[in-house]
């Protein structure tokens, strides 16, 4: 597509029960990453793949976080049992991949409200 | 892994003045410096970006520059508009895993007062 999707925009889901958050690069960006973003705060690291690898997952907060990409496109974060702390914007971003992460384009992001 | 540090959190200016914003890193490894503008309600957006092989690149109002040695790296804005008007993220290339990822500051809540 023309730039990074992501869906839902928004997404309130009651305390304990599990959430999917999806994130469509752009086509031919074999680079993909997940972030997370508290009110007021800086950009959190959570997972990045490589094609369908996931290289590093050294920014998951907890095992009740997992990612997954297949077929080097669409990606999908879930949230097991959610609590109120993991309220944020869930935000992707893709780039090439050739050599690095260069020219990041981030998706406007799905703002998870757990309640 | 790589550890990044911006500073200030917030810079207030007047209209026409310069916004100076700073980011120390700790991976002498890194080699990839972006900056990036987030405004209220929208995604971050890439505005300017500079590599290890060189010490300043600039774009029109905009400058970064590098110090290797020092592991720090700043963003100049000059003549400031109402519109500069945003968070302003600095980033650091993270070489661990495969092709790495960027690891970003907290952020600076640039405002530009007409």
């Known amino acids: 597509g023309a730039g990074v999707s992501q869906s839902p925009s928004n997404k309130v889901t009651e305390k304990g029960k599990d959430v999917e958050l999806r994130c469509d690069p752009i086509s031919g960006h074999t680079a993909l990453y997940w972030y997370r973003q508290s009110l007021g705060q800086g950009l959190e690291f959570l997972i990045y793949f490589q094609g369908n690898s996931a290289p590093d997952k050294s920014g998951l907060p907890s095992d009740r976080f997992s990612a997954e990409r297949t077929g080097g496109s669409v990606s999908t974060l879930t949230i097991q049992r959610t609590q109120q702390e993991d309220s944020a914007v869930y935000l992707c971003?893709?780039?090439?991949?050739?050599?690095?992460?260069?020219?990041?384009?981030f998706g406007s992001g799905t703002r998870l409200t757990v309640v | 892994g790589e550890n990044v540090e911006q500073h200030p959190s917030t810079l207030s200016v007047q209209e026409g003045d310069s916004a100076v914003i700073k980011c120390t890193y700790s991976?002498?490894?890194?080699?990839?410096f972006p900056w990036y503008k987030q405004e209220l309600g929208k995604r971050p957006q890439l505005i300017i970006d500079i590599r290890s092989n060189v010490g300043e690149k600039k774009d029109q109002r905009i400058a970064v520059t590098l110090n290797k040695t020092a592991k720090h790296f700043s963003l100049h804005i000059t003549e400031t508009q109402p519109e500069d008007s945003a968070v302003y993220f600095c980033?650091?290339?993270?070489?661990?895993?495969?092709?790495?990822?960027?690891?970003f500051g907290k952020g600076t809540k640039l405002s530009v007062k007409p």
């Open positions: 980033a650091a290339h993270d070489r661990g895993g495969s092709q790495g990822n960027l690891i």
């Open positions: 991976d002498s490894a890194s080699n990839y």
């Open positions: 971003a893709s780039s090439s991949g050739r050599g690095g992460p260069y020219g990041y384009t």
